[in-house]
């Protein structure tokens, strides 16, 4: 039986293998050799984000792409499903900026992520990645990355503990909402897992509505594998596979006064994919 710091690790191996760099949260930190943020309040890899906005919109000068990051960054919604939703919109469309050239004003959009070309996109897992909030310091398990944007948070439990299962990991995740709200700005998924059991779930999914992922490529391929977790890094995480379900496979719900974000089921995404396949 493993443990908590082995699965970790597994982890890490199983994104290596399909496509993902990795990083470990203490190397990159800001009191580190090598830091990758100035801050531990700061969830994104700024310096990462500004490398793939200037790869990704090469016609727009660099002071309005700083412009664009700090937009990103200052998400000023009072509610965390309203940042949330605005943060998908700037994902899905770009960034709206405004800028002159010559004698001309220019309206263009800043993207922040190629979804047709997953090679010009940065793919990072990071480890113990640690976070401040107002009261306390935490450090999820594993965050996933995209062009510096901390897109997934993972939360593992020792599968060796039968007194910590995965709702043990889901209640995590609720305090992690709590004390350090800024990384969610950005979250497009939550998975839970202690290797064995893995579940999926939305910003506003409550325990019934995190689902299993039991596909890879396709519908028809559902591996009979040991620990469901190599199945999400291996499916859910496929680079091409993941860059299209944050385009297509993501929505929000007003009902009353709340947000709801909603997000597609394995048997969903491929179903839609394969009947688009057809189609075409």
């Known amino acids: 039986m493993i443990n908590e710091s082995q699965l970790e690790k597994q982890c ?32 994104l890899i700024l310096g990462r984000l500004l490398r793939a906005m200037q790869r990704l919109n090469p016609g727009i000068p660099a002071g309005i792409l700083e412009e664009a990051a700090q937009l990103v960054l200052k998400l000023d919604h009072p509610v965390p499903e309203q940042r949330n939703r605005a943060f998908h919109q700037m994902l899905l469309n770009g960034v709206p900026v405004d800028y002159r050239a010559g004698d001309e004003v220019k309206h263009d959009r800043v993207r922040l992520v190629d979804f047709h070309d997953p090679e010009k996109n940065e793919f990072l897992v990071v480890d113990q990645f640690a976070i401040k909030g107002p009261k306390h310091v935490r450090r999820p398990d594993i965050l996933v990355f995209i062009n510096g944007l901390p897109l997934a948070v993972i939360e593992l439990k020792n599968p060796a503990d039968e007194h910590a299962d995965i709702w043990k990991a889901y209640q995590q995740i609720q305090t992690y909402k709590e004390e350090i709200p800024d990384l969610f700005n950005t979250n497009a998924a939550l998975i839970i897992s202690d290797g064995f ?84």
């Not at 800001?30 to 700061?42: F, K, N, Q």
């Not at 059991?197 to 689902?211: K, Q």
């Not at 391929?221 to 993501?250: A, N, Q, S, T």
């Open 12 to 43: 890490l191996e199983w994104f290596a293998e399909v496509g993902w760099e990795s990083a470990h949260g203490p190397d990159i930190s800001p009191d580190e050799g090598s830091p990758e943020r100035a801050d531990y309040r700061e969830t």
């Open 197 to 280: 059991t893995a579940r999926i779930g939305s910003l506003t999914a409550n325990e019934e509505r995190f689902m299993p992922w039991r596909t890879i490529k396709n519908e028809n391929d559902k591996p009979l594998l040991e620990m469901e977790m190599e199945k999400v890094i291996r499916g859910f995480f496929d680079r091409e596979l993941f860059l299209d379900y944050l385009r297509h496979f993501i929505l929000f719900e007003q009902d009353g006064d709340r947000i709801i974000k909603k997000i597609a089921g394995y048997h969903q995404f491929h179903a839609v994919r394969e009947a688009v396949r057809v189609t075409v």
